[in-house]
């Protein structure tokens, strides 16, 4: 029946090897792992119940001997075909769809037909769980909802009886499904083709995905039916242990009873039932305006009580603007004195002996630094080459990217930031008067319960901090207070004093100092909202902070964890430093805490885990997030790509420098060490290539066996170079080189082909065709039994030993479908940071790398350069990624994608199969970039290229403009994490 569980358990037998074919219907936000149900039988099974008067929610029982008339013929031949279409070469196949039961008299007529013996595993679930669900979901009340549970599986039970059987509990199957699937292959006679995919299968049986707790039948005004419910679940019960005649004979005396019932009054409770329902759900809805009027009212009168204070703080500010701008006249008039000073001294120094002979100097310098531009030209792209492909225009915007260095001496970070600010980032009545219709337009306002341990901070800083709460343009919000004891008196003067201004302000005093993490459990105790937000005492939030959070909530209502841009700010009020994130990406959480600020949780998944751990000062909040995630999904985590947080840059505090506090990265590593320990992966955190980043090392047993693919043609120099320099710098042990051989003509080439393969150095594999990147791998990796397959450039020099150990360990991990690696020019800039989609000077961009130039010891922006990271696409010019996988998406395109793109393609595919793509710092490498492919300038080339390019666009088009892990406040043309003017949200 529907809500009974019925999905899970078929996707545990899909993942133990049963067929049950392709064409599903969507999952969708009521049932995230999918439905398993087969479009083209429910289609059918819609279309009969139709026919017979019917539906899969009509409590009605069917005429007797309905499968035997001659209109029912033609849906039995379209079941048929269906069988044969889509299981017709299968030897163990399954279908599901929870009309059947109703419909089973029917399909057994067709399995004798078509010589196929069926089994059948009946899954039942409490009567009372499938009753709560289907209220809240198709608003039906308990007495319907209990007959349709009790028909379904009378009838189940009454059809397959004298067949291969086995009842499954789905609240037992939750609890262990080894058990219960393993009982059911038993007394099937079945043996499970894949009975090893245990990891996929705990992956899909997650307790938290159970709709309901398992719970009592509701009260009901029939009387009756509850009666038949209760005796049919005990029934139930003893036929999931072992059957007898007798408990079926108690079902029959059930099924005879409602069968008894007179099909009109049957027809009569029906339509009582949709009415009941209709007056329930209108019921509901005038509660709901109700519970809106009281809403409202409380917002005008908070709105009231808000405007008399600004008013009294508007009359102090006026106040005090009259005391600064004394104070600012007297400031200027100091200024121009001190001015006035300095021309002179400037005059003095212009008209030195000194200062002209020294100008030859300066003049020297600009012109070298002219000419350094010009030797870095083959570093980027060759000048022609880009002419050639795209245009003067193109050209020029390269040209002018290598010339930002001028900007960026005239014009200072910080200045571009403050313009950007000014424009895209600062709040207007105009903008205000927007966010409150949608706030009010909003259907659900949840509450939000800001909180805030304090301890001794500054009095103007906390007032600032209290005040940016206060000042939230979303109304349904609270503020937590717990002070830890502070020793400086006005910290309890100034907050006592705001809560008595503003009702939302909620304190306790706590009597003794206990730190952070047991300051935010307090505060955290004064919470009633649905979430909690995460803030210092010291801390602002931009008065559209929390409107922006309710409005995540409202778009995806399965949020468990928001997170948002952020920026500091100093002492002055002055914002800097702004760190706009990508979306949520575990490995790189794994590296350091990305959530940081601005961090949002669910309250009730806070409270599941236990709140804040004492132990973990420091990294309390990375070591809760950790926690969280472990019952939840990166499906329900949500991030905001705006600044919503502003953090204080002090002396002392993290903002201003990371390892301040060093106790932080150790309890931050703890908390690492302890995740791992409860999902059972025995990894090793080690310090990261700068303090304060962790380098996970994932587990590796046994050493999979590699197949190190290379391409080549002629080239033999830089061929040796590349072989020379896996053989001696490579620590991993289980490896074979497979060379490519793509119609070497070199004499000198076959000579060395020759000698490895002597020397069992290599295998050579031949290509007699014109060069096809694509072909040439796919046909590589089908000749090879190796569980990894790592694709790799002939102009690749390995410099780092633990390269293949690396991108092994990350390559096997299940949710990882490639991995890439940290490439170098020779003169020691990054040639592939990993690759971004849609970006690039070209009209149509499709991808590029990242970081591209930068020196090898830059830590990239904010750290990305040093910290391994989920992208959208790495380079197959050094790429490892499992055979399966490889099979799984079908390769490479070799139709359409012949050189160019074939590789973010692949990774495209990849990403669209559920896999993530990977990039790690901790394998390196040098990359002589396309040394062997010839000229590009080749007309027939630059064709090629032009018709790669559209059919990427074409192909990829939406997703290659969104790239999730590149904010869409930062800049696409040339993809170097600069601010975007404007941004692209």
Same mark, same amino acid.
């Given at each position: ?68 008339? +001659? ?235 808000? !405007? ?19 104070? !600012? ?44 531009? %010009?030797?870095?030209?083959?570093? &980027?792209? #060759? ?7 795209? @245009? ?44 409150? $219709? ?6 659900? =306002? ?59 302000? =909620? ?93 949002? &949780?669910?309250?009730? !998944? ?17 070591? !809760? %997030? %950790? ?7 990166? =499906? ?9 947080? #502003? ?112 020397? $069992? ?87 590029? #790398? ?22 959208? @696409? ?19 395109? +070799? $139709? ?42 080749? $007309? ?33 043309? #040339? ?11």
């Amino acid at each position: 029946m529907h809500r009974s569980g019925t999905s899970l358990i078929t996707g545990v037998c899909n993942l133990l090897g049963v067929e049950i074919g392709s064409n599903f219907l969507e999952a969708n936000r009521d049932n995230e792992k999918g439905f398993w149900e087969h479009r083209a039988v429910v289609e059918v099974h819609e279309e009969l119940l139709k026919h017979l008067g019917s539906g899969w929610d009509d409590t009605r029982i069917l005429p007797e001997n309905w499968q035997r008339r +001659e209109e029912i013929k033609p849906f039995k031949e379209k079941l048929k075909e269906i069988i044969t279409r889509d299981f017709g070469n299968c030897k163990l196949w399954g279908i599901k769809d929870p009309r059947m039961v109703r419909l089973l008299p029917l399909w057994l007529d067709v399995f004798a037909n078509s010589k196929i013996t069926p089994a059948f595993i009946i899954t039942w679930r409490n009567a009372a769980s499938v009753a709560l669900s289907l209220e809240r979901r198709d608003g039906f009340y308990p007495e319907k909802s209990l007959l349709l549970w009790t028909i379904y599986n009378l009838e189940a039970e009454k059809w397959t009886r004298g067949k291969a059987r086995v009842f499954l509990e789905y609240d037992k199957v939750i609890e262990n499904w080894r058990t219960e699937f393993f009982r059911a292959g038993e007394t099937l006679g079945i043996s499970w083709p894949a009975a090893t995919a245990e990891e996929e299968i705990n992956r899909l049986v997650l307790p938290e995905l159970k709709h309901h707790a398992k719970r009592e039948l509701p009260e009901t005004q029939g009387a009756k039916i509850r009666s038949w419910a209760e005796e049919t679940e005990k029934a139930l019960q003893s036929l999931s242990c072992s059957e007898s005649p007798e408990i079926s004979a108690g079902l029959d005396a059930i099924y005879a009873e409602i069968t008894g019932v007179d099909k009109n009054a049957l027809e009569f409770l029906s339509l009582w039932y949709r009415e009941a329902t209709r007056l329930h759900k209108e019921t509901a809805r005038l509660h709901g305006q109700l519970g809106d009027s009281y809403t409202e009212l409380h917002e005008r009168n908070l709105t009231v009580g808000k !405007l008399g204070t600004e008013l009294h703080e508007r009359n102090l500010a006026f106040i005090k603007a009259n005391a600064d701008i004394a104070l !600012l006249n007297q400031r200027n008039h100091d200024l121009a004195q001190a001015a006035e000073q300095l021309n002179i001294q400037l005059t003095v120094i212009f008209s030195s002996i000194s200062w002209r002979l020294t100008k030859p100097l300066r003049a020297a310098k600009r012109v070298w630094r002219q000419m350094h531009f %010009l030797t870095q030209l083959h570093s &980027y792209v #060759h000048a022609w080459r880009v002419y050639r492909y795209f @245009g003067f225009s193109v050209l020029a915007a390269h040209m002018l990217q290598r010339f930002r260095w001028i900007k960026n001496q005239l014009i200072s970070t910080r200045k571009d930031y403050q313009r950007w600010i000014s424009l895209y980032d600062t709040m207007t009545g105009e903008r205000r008067l927007v966010i409150a $219709k949608r706030i009010a337009a909003m259907p659900r =306002k949840p509450l939000i319960s800001v909180v805030m341990p304090v301890y001794n901070p500054e009095q103007s800083w906390l007032s600032s901090a209290i005040e940016s709460v206060l000042h939230q343009l979303y109304p349904t919000i609270e503020l937590c207070i717990a002070d830890d004891c502070s020793t400086k008196p006005h910290v309890r003067k100034t907050l006592e004093e705001y809560a008595a201004k503003d009702s939302r302000i =909620k304190i306790i005093f706590r009597e003794k100092n206990g730190h952070i993490s047991e300051a935010s459990n307090s505060a955290l105790a004064l919470a009633a909202g649905e979430f909690v937000a995460l803030m210092d005492h010291d801390d602002v939030i931009p008065e559209h902070a929390l409107y922006y959070v309710a409005e995540e909530i409202n778009a995806h209502p399965d949020t468990d964890l928001i997170y948002s841009d952020e920026d500091k700010i100093d002492g002055d009020g002055q914002r800097f430093g702004a760190y706009f994130k990508g979306d949520f990406d575990i490995d790189s959480l794994f590296a350091r805490n990305i959530f940081s600020h601005f961090g949002i &949780y669910r309250r009730a !998944l806070v409270e599941k885990v236990g709140g804040f751990r004492k132990g973990f000062e420091g990294s309390q909040d990375y070591d !809760l %997030l %950790l926690r969280c995630l472990l019952h939840t999904s990166p =499906k329900r985590i949500r991030h905001i790509t705006r600044i919503l947080y #502003h953090w204080r840059a002090i002396s002392g505090s993290t903002a201003t420098i990371e390892t301040n506090k060093d106790y932080a990265l150790t309890n931050g590593k703890k908390a690492l060490a302890e995740y791992f320990s409860a999902i059972g992966v025995e990894a090793k955190i080690e310090n990261g290539m700068r303090l304060g980043f962790n380098r996970i090392v994932w587990p590796l047993a046994n050493e999979p066996k590699a197949a190190i693919i290379i391409p080549t043609r002629n080239g033999m120099q830089l061929l040796k170079k590349c072989i020379e320099s896996i053989k001696e710098k490579t620590e991993y042990g289980n490896y074979e080189i497979i060379i490519v051989d793509n119609q070497s003509d070199d004499v000198e080439a076959k000579e060395y082909f020759a000698e490895l393969s002597q020397e $069992k150095i290599a295998k050579i594999i031949p290509y007699d065709a014109p060069f096809n990147y694509s072909a040439i791998n796919n046909m590589a990796a089908g000749k090879t039994d190796a569980e990894i397959l790592i694709f790799m450039n002939n102009d690749i020099e390995i410099i780092s030993p633990g390269w293949l150990r690396e991108m092994a360990a990350q390559a096997v991990r299940q949710d990882v479908g490639a991995v890439g690696a940290k490439l170098y020019y020779p003169n020691d800039t990054v040639q592939h940071g990993g690759v971004m989609t849609g970006f690039g000077a070209a009209k149509d961009p499709v991808a590029g #790398h990242l970081f591209h130039a930068l020196r090898r010891s830059d830590p990239g922006y904010f750290g990305r350069l040093v910290m391994v990271q989920a992208l959208s @696409g790495v380079t197959a010019a050094l790429m490892a990624m499992r055979k399966n996988v490889f099979d799984e998406i079908g390769g490479f395109d +070799e $139709k359409n994608l012949s050189v160019a793109f074939n590789d973010v393609d692949l990774c495209l595919r990849i990403r669209e199969h559920g896999y993530r793509i990977i990039w790690t710092p901790y394998a390196e490498a040098y990359h002589h970039e396309s040394a062997t492919r010839g000229s590009d300038l080749d $007309k027939n080339k630059i064709e090629r290229f032009k018709r790669e390019v559209g059919y990427m666009r074409e192909k990829w088009g939406k997703v290659l403009d969104n790239d999730p892990y590149y904010n869409p406040n930062l800049e696409l043309e #040339h993809g170097d994490f600069t601010l975007a003017f404007p941004p692209r949200i």
